[in-house]
């Protein structure tokens, strides 16, 4: 079993930067493939980005390419989303996930691969 729980989430304005962190307990992050993914009101949930078990391979949506960054470390238990150049497009209610699995680019963006999620934390971009 893995515990996630989001932080960091709140109202910024378009430009702003934020760093959104997701503290794991229960299982080592360092043997799962965490990822982060959003859910925008009145649409469906999407990836965002994804980290391999070694924080060696990342992932990004093309939406966040160039702008955001996972990174984790494993000694805390702890994975990261750095946000900058925020849009209100990226209003959203952010969630981070693990997966049992191992890593797979071509599935990696799919959110049936992970196992666990944690409740999300609110990002707000004001224009």
């Known amino acids: 079993q893995v515990q996630l729980a989001e932080s960091g989430g709140g109202l910024v304005q378009a430009g702003d930067s934020l760093r959104l962190s997701c503290a794991a307990s229960?299982?080592?992050?360092?043997?799962?493939?965490m990822g982060w993914f959003r859910q925008a009101p009145g649409k469906e949930r999407e990836f965002v980005t994804a980290i391999s078990r070694s924080g060696g391979v990342v992932y990004y949506a093309d939406s966040v390419k160039g702008r955001f960054t996972i990174s984790k470390d494993n000694a805390k238990n702890m994975v990261y989303l750095q946000m900058n150049s925020l849009k209100p497009e990226d209003t959203a209610v952010y969630y981070c996930?693990?997966?049992?699995?191992?890593?797979?680019?071509?599935?990696?963006?799919?959110?049936?691969?992970?196992?666990?999620w944690g409740q999300g934390t609110q990002v707000t971009v004001s224009s």
């Open positions: 996930a693990a997966d049992n699995g191992g890593w797979s680019t071509g599935t990696v963006r799919y959110e049936s691969k992970y196992d666990y």
């Open positions: 229960g299982r080592a992050i360092s043997t799962v493939v």
